[in-house]
């Protein structure tokens, strides 16, 4: 069985069950803030659709927007944005936070793309419903595919949650509402998950931001 095929086997998606954490990776520490290092337990964890940095009981998610080309997108607030939004304890920490998460040579092509309109997430589990909420997708995290010590090239990862992305539309059973507005053109969801959505005769897609214009 080809490697690829292999890894999904047993990993389909299925309904909503209870999160399972996941292994998280020690961050190596960023040129500049080695001191600092010794007495900080940060670890940072890449997952499809958020990448994570956690600290002891704390923790902080920053959204990725997976692409069907190209790198995939991580959304960065701001220094003003990522002030107003990120919980106290992080809130002083910006530069030395995101180089924390840039820091492992992750198997993923990433743009770090900063901006007013992002924000610091403290919710680091999965959307209830989404496809990382699934066992598919929890297995599928546990694997950390993206990992600097993944056996796997960026390109191979990126084709396996892809592969979850559509079976999971097609899996899809009665309403699924989409909140899509300003959804980039050439990502995944506009590429392999909407497309298999409306293939999915078992679906009535509920779009509540028409202006996306992914609806047509």
């Not at 997108?73 to 107003?84: G, H, I, K, Q």
């Not at 419903?129 to 600097?148: N, V, Y």
């Amino acid at each position: 069985m080809p490697p690829l095929l292999a890894l999904l086997a047993g990993g389909c998606v299925g309904h909503v069950a209870p999160e399972a954490s996941a292994p998280a990776r020690t961050a190596a520490a960023p040129a500049g803030i080695a001191d600092r290092s010794v007495t900080l337990a940060g670890h940072v964890e890449m997952n499809w659709q958020a990448v994570v940095y956690r600290e002891g009981d704390h923790g902080i998610s920053l959204q990725v927007e997976p692409m069907f080309e190209g790198a995939d997108v991580v959304y960065v607030p701001d220094a003003a944005a990522w002030s107003r939004t990120a919980p106290p304890w992080a809130s002083a920490r910006r530069d030395e936070i995101i180089a924390r998460l840039k820091a492992p040579k992750w198997h993923r092509d990433l743009e770090w793309r900063e901006g007013g309109d992002s924000t610091v997430s403290t919710h680091l589990a999965p959307v209830p419903g989404s496809l990382e909420s699934t066992p598919g997708g929890r297995e599928m995290r546990q694997k950390r595919l993206f990992d600097a010590d993944s056996e796997l090239t960026a390109p191979q990862a990126r084709e396996i949650w892809q592969m979850l992305v559509r079976r999971f539309a097609l899996a899809a059973r009665g309403k699924v509402h989409l909140f899509v507005d300003g959804a980039p053109k050439g990502s995944v969801f506009e590429k392999v998950a909407l497309p298999a959505l409306k293939e999915n005769p078992n679906v009535e897609i509920v779009w509540h931001s028409p202006s996306s214009g992914l609806g047509n």
